[in-house]
């Protein structure tokens, strides 16, 4: 373990848990394990990513294993280190068998051989994490399922026939307690089990949370902890339903949640008023974080004040929420979008009263966002993109260091970047509903720039210090810095204002006119759902 500020602690109702061992900032690593228990990545990722340092790459790139012809490397490197720690056992497995197993599997199979071989007993661990036995009886089905996927195991790591109480029971621990791995910005790529992390709880309104950089994976405060205080993670994507969070952590945790959030039924603004984020001067810049409190003050009372409106929307909410499942199954681009433009005309109410927190509208918004990317509609991607974080991200991950809003804000320095490539017709004629003079008003590489900079001051706090992700936006940063030094202009009262901060009076009011400009074309976002058909 590369640093551990935690110690375990036993709670009457969670179980085992996790506690801060000394006072932690938000963004201070509180566990760092460089190499895991274990870690597969999964069928749908394994044509992009090496399997063993979970880099992304082209599939061109990527060279696959001549035996089992099934995952793939980057360098040589990573296909040595990879076959002297797992595949030099599984790779004739993978050439017998007709297909890849499931994910689970490979998994159990994993550990089976690399750590409960010669004497089958479970590490000291593993033994005493949850593992819901007797609940995932209950359910026949799954249970089949869980005894069918024991037995592949069991068989293809010759694992004497005895033991299969023993092979269920880890199946079962490992699916209570593995992570999603992840790309750095959140895409799923496989499944890690560690134990020492597997120990941390869950809250919806967590204070901690997971971060992979390659197999490296940390344990990431997301508020300020004190010492002593419970550690909690979240097993779900906290912006969604309180139904939809409670049902998904009842059916694979088998627990009712009982954080506050749960228990009071906060929405987001409720939930952004509650935390404490920590203060980035550079970021006011973009939206002042007094004020994004005190507008959440006011969507909380209108609420309040419209429940019985909310209450009449429930089938609304309901069909736009099927609307949204059909966008994703549809095999017409045309009408995908249209699905989703409906689901927008559907929650009217949410519009009218800007409460475009509240789910299901992010998600909503999520998704018309990735349609116009895959559409390659970028500059359409762009504006949506830039409201989603200014209406809903900043009150559904209120802390700045949110990796999830930090790859957001990286996310937007690159669609900038790829608009200020476009010639001013050419960018004019991909937005034509909007007004020329808006377009003509924001220079794009220097916005380009000045979000740069704040991606670099959040991301050592959101993905750690030296991680890969780091590595890349310091990539962009110099290339945007080059570009500027070449062609003269703010970029040097920019890179002042980045060291300098508030102190670079004409750096900061730049940098303020550039996020002016990029609030305006946010308040586009409306006329391209509207005009920009695909
Ligand atoms: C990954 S384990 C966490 C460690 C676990 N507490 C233990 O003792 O092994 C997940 C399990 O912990 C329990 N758990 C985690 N968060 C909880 C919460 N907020 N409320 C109730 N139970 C929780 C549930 O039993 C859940 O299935």
């Given amino acids: 373990m590369d640093c551990n500020h935690s110690q375990t602690v036993k709670d009457p109702v969670l179980g085992n848990g996790l506690a801060a061992s000394k006072d932690l900032s938000a963004g201070e690593p509180i566990i760092k394990i460089s190499e895991p228990f274990l870690i597969v990545v999964e069928k749908d990722a394994l044509e992009r990513v090496c399997s063993y340092c979970l880099i992304e790459s082209d599939i061109s790139s990527l060279k696959k294993c001549t035996g089992c012809k099934v995952v ?67 359910d026949r089905k799954r249970w089949d399922e869980i005894v069918l996927q024991a037995k592949g195991a069991l068989e293809f790591s010759k694992t004497p026939a005895d033991k299969m109480d023993m092979v269920t029971r880890l199946l079962c621990i490992m699916a209570t307690n593995a992570f999603r791995a992840t790309l750095p910005d959140d895409t799923p790529i496989g499944l890690c089990y560690e134990p020492t992390l597997a120990l ?84 006011a810049l973009l939206y002042d974080y007094k004020t994004l409190v005190s507008q959440a003050a006011e969507r909380e009372h209108e609420i309040q004040a419209m429940q019985q409106g909310l209450n009449d929307l429930k089938q609304g909410i309901s069909v736009a929420q099927s609307l949204i499942d059909l966008s994703k199954t549809t095999a017409s681009e045309k009408e995908r979008l249209n699905f989703l433009k409906q689901a927008i005309s559907d929650l009217s109410l949410y519009k009218n009263h800007k409460l475009f927190a509240l789910p299901p509208y992010p998600t909503i918004l999520d998704e018309l966002y990735l349609a116009y990317i895959d559409n390659e509609h970028l500059t359409s991607a762009l504006i949506i993109l830039l409201f989603i974080f200014l209406n809903c991200d900043i009150y559904n991950w209120p802390q700045p260091n949110h990796p999830i809003r930090v790859t957001r804000l990286f996310t937007i320095a690159r669609l900038l970047k790829y608009a200020s490539s476009l010639e001013p017709a050419n960018l004019e004629q991909t937005l034509p509903f909007i007004p020329r003079e808006v377009l003509a008003g924001i220079d794009f590489i220097d916005a380009t720039h000045a979000i740069l900079i704040l991606v670099s001051e959040l991301a050592p706090l959101s993905h750690g210090q030296g991680t890969r992700f780091m590595g890349q936006v310091e990539l962009e940063l110099r290339e945007v810095e080059e570009v500027q030094r070449l062609r003269g202009g703010v970029g040097k009262e920019l890179q002042k204002w980045q060291s300098e901060g508030n102190v670079s009076t004409d750096g900061r009011k730049i940098a303020s006119q550039i996020f002016t400009g990029l609030r305006t074309l946010a308040g586009f976002a409306f006329e391209v759902i509207e005009k920009q058909n695909l």
């Fill in 200 to 283: 941390a709880n869950h809250s919806c309104m967590p204070n901690a949370f997971i971060m992979f950089d390659g197999r490296s994976i940390s344990l990431m405060a997301l508020n300020a902890i004190k010492a002593g205080e419970q550690i909690f993670i979240s097993y779900v994507d906290f912006t969604k339903s309180r139904d939809h969070r409670r049902a998904e952590l009842k059916q694979r945790y088998f627990f009712d949640c009982g954080c506050e959030k749960c228990r009071h039924s906060y929405t987001p603004y409720r939930v952004c008023q509650e935390t404490t984020a920590i203060p980035s001067e550079k970021l």
């Fill in 72 to 138: 793939r490397y980057c360098t040589p490197i990573c296909q040595k280190a990879d076959w002297r720690l797992i595949h030099k056992n599984e790779c004739s497995l993978l050439q017998r068998l007709p297909g890849i197993p499931p994910t689970p599997v490979r998994a159990l199979y994993q550990a089976l051989l690399r750590y409960i071989r010669p004497a089958f007993e479970f590490d000291s661990r593993s033994a005493s994490l949850e593992h819901h036995v007797p609940d995932l009886k209950k």
